[in-house]
């Protein structure tokens, strides 16, 4: 599959759109105000450890204590040690302790009041972005990501990526690894590096040790809490993880930026092989390739299918709901055969939302009821066919007793809903607003409430103009019944500044 990467960047903000044939599969955005931190390894300090929990809080010298967790404590001198997070594009191998009758051991983690203590400091990287009301999520187990290898400083240990399916590859990879690896450092083989030679590897990682180098230097030295290792901005990271043969050309609408992107491959990426282009077009680049279109439409709940059916995403905090509607395809010969075919499509469109979105954690879909269990089995197949092409780890976990279908996908940052967007001042973030009907009987109740402490009074009334046109239109019986069993002259005066909900009640002069 022929894939562009086409690239807006200005002095605030980077926009990446992946193309498939044309087709925008991917989107990532990134700010210079709110630039990522993932990925970033700080000298911090723990400010509080929860044994309740397991877990500390660290001052990293960000807005929040960012959350460490005892799983993902690594104690280099003792046996105690958890599975390392994979963070780098489901790059790490799954590894399982065997004991010696060939079980599986449980994980055992040493308790964490042992571990840290407060004020002691530490060097912990950024497993995921702060998200929502949460700080970031840390880990002690730090990787440094490269061209075709991961480097591991603080875990011995070699794989090869999960990706990578041929056992003879995988076998050649391993072997290579063990000639080039230093002692008490691990590696991993990235997906990219498929048919890669031993000499490129080895260059890779003599690059990554140098920045390691680095990395340790600044750690000895500073205040706490410091910064010591910065990923790679959003473009740079783009030529490092996502360039493989399928990518035809990269095409990017600025000349200082292009420039610095050549002078990054030539010193770093040497063996790149892939067509770097300048666009000079006057229409801006996004418009061009029809991607700015597609950025809107991320914001809309309703996504359309072909066939005229359609699927509705809702995003809470911690999970996302997905509901899928046959909406205007009737179909041509029978029911089950309508809800399949409308089942596949949505099954093959949520795949691509996921992605678009970067939609993580728990998704819940309710596909439309299916009677045969075959149908079930083609839709779970098709989501999983179509989940394997993501490149955040996503899979079905479920299909519950009512039928919903249960994924999880790995979330590192939030949605690019929430990156675009923010709750709405008028409704809260709620996505509704009061009705104009209910709006007009919330003040005929505040007139009641008010009326017998201000007899002979007049009362004022100004509402949204919508809402007043539903008052004396519908409600003029109301107004007069008011009027007259309170002996009160009620004045009621439109303004469209007002929100549907907002009005105000006023009691004012003698009649």
Not at 69 to 90: C, G
Not at 289 to 310: A, T
Request: include cysteine; proline fraction near 3%.
């Amino acid at each position: 599959m022929a894939k562009d990467i086409i690239i807006n960047s200005t002095v605030n903000e980077s926009r990446i759109a992946v193309l498939d044939n044309g087709s925008v599969s991917e989107i990532y955005i990134e700010r210079t105000k709110n630039k990522g931190v993932a990925g970033n390894i700080y000298r911090g300090k723990v400010v509080k450890v929860l044994p309740g929990m397991q877990s500390a809080f660290v001052d990293i010298g960000l807005n929040k204590a960012a959350f460490l967790h005892v799983a993902d404590v690594y104690i280099s001198d003792t046996d105690h040690f958890s599975l390392m997070e994979d963070r780098v594009a489901n790059e790490i191998d799954d590894d399982v302790d065997v004991d010696e009758n060939g079980g599986i051991k449980e994980k055992v983690f040493v308790p964490i009041e042992e571990l840290l203590q407060e004020n002691q400091e530490i060097v912990v990287q950024v497993a995921k972005e702060p998200i929502g009301q949460k700080g970031a999520r840390i880990t002690t187990h730090l990787t440094i990501p490269g061209r075709y290898l991961v480097l591991m400083p603080t875990y011995d240990h070699i794989g090869v990526s999960r990706r990578i399916e041929s056992e003879e590859e995988r076998e050649r990879l391993k072997d290579i690894l063990l000639s080039i690896k230093p002692d008490n450092i691990g590696l991993i083989a990235r997906t990219v590096s498929e048919g890669s030679k031993e000499q490129e590897l080895r260059q890779d990682m003599d690059y990554l040790m140098r920045i390691w180098s680095k990395t340790q230097n600044h750690s000895q030295k500073g205040k706490v809490p410091s910064l010591i290792y910065e990923d790679l901005d959003l473009v740079y990271r783009i030529l490092r993880d996502m360039i493989t043969d399928e990518v035809k050309s990269i095409i990017i609408d600025n000349k200082s930026t292009f420039m610095n992107m050549k002078s990054f491959i030539r010193e770093y990426l040497p063996d790149l092989k892939v067509d770097l282009q300048l666009y000079e077009n006057d229409m801006p680049i996004f418009d061009y390739y029809n991607i700015e279109i597609e950025i809107s439409r991320l914001l809309d709940r309703r996504v359309w299918l072909k066939s005229g059916g359609y699927i509705v995403i809702d995003q809470a905090e911690a999970l996302t709901v997905i509901d899928v509607n046959t909406g205007r395809y009737v179909g041509k010969r029978n029911f089950d055969e309508t809800v399949l075919k409308t089942n596949l499509e949505a099954a093959k469109e949520i795949a691509v939302q996921l992605r678009l979105r970067n939609l993580g954690g728990i998704i819940i879909v309710d596909f439309i009821d299916m009677e045969k269990e075959e149908h079930k089995q083609k839709v779970l197949q098709t989501l999983e066919n179509e989940l394997k092409s993501d490149r955040a780890k996503a899979s079905v976990v479920n299909i519950s007793p009512l039928g919903l279908f249960e994924i999880t996908r790995k979330r590192v940052q939030d949605s690019l809903t929430k990156t675009l967007s923010e709750a709405c001042p008028y409704c809260e973030g709620r996505g509704l607003v009061k009705s104009k009907v209910t709006t007009c009987y919330d003040i005929l109740r505040e007139i009641r409430r008010i009326a017998p402490y201000f007899t002979k009074k007049r009362i004022f009334v100004e509402a949204h103009s919508e809402v007043v046109d539903n008052i004396l239109n519908y409600e003029k019986e109301s107004i007069d019944e008011i009027e007259l069993t309170y002996s009160i002259d009620v004045e009621i005066k439109p303004n469209d500044k007002y929100h549907l909900e907002h009005f105000d009640v006023i009691p004012l002069e003698t009649v």
